[in-house]
């Protein structure tokens, strides 16, 4: 059985930091892009970052320098190191493993609050 547990999240006040982390089982880890998507009232869900089976990274412009996603092959997990916050951030964050580009697992989201 696929399963994506994402973590981390919280009440944060803005310029502060959060790491979200996402646990995953039952994939092949290794050989899945993993992604960090994001969902705000009203909004569609967007993609903040991802990374490819082989380490290649790509963020989106709202994000880049502040955000860093990184993966442990070892522990299957992927990580989102979130710094200098904004209110702006508020979100349910969801990881997704994507395999061939075509299949496709989802974590149940964790919410990230920022307060101004």
């Known amino acids: 059985q696929e399963r994506l547990v994402e973590s981390g999240g919280g009440l944060v006040q803005a310029g502060g930091p959060l790491r979200l982390s996402c646990a995953t089982s039952?994939?092949?880890?290794?050989?899945?892009?993993m992604s960090w998507y994001r969902q705000a009232p009203g909004k569609q869900r967007e993609l903040v970052a991802d990374?490819?089976?082989?380490?290649?990274?790509s963020y989106a412009d709202s994000v880049k320098g502040r955000f860093t996603i990184s993966r442990d092959n070892a522990k299957g997990t992927v990580y989102l190191q979130m710094n200098s916050l904004k209110p702006e951030d508020t979100a349910v964050y969801y990881c997704r493993s994507l395999l061939m580009g075509t299949f496709a697992h989802w974590g149940q989201g964790t919410q990230v609050t920022v307060s101004s």
């Open positions: 990374i490819s089976s082989g380490g290649k990274i």
């Open positions: 039952g994939i092949a880890f290794r050989v899945n892009a």
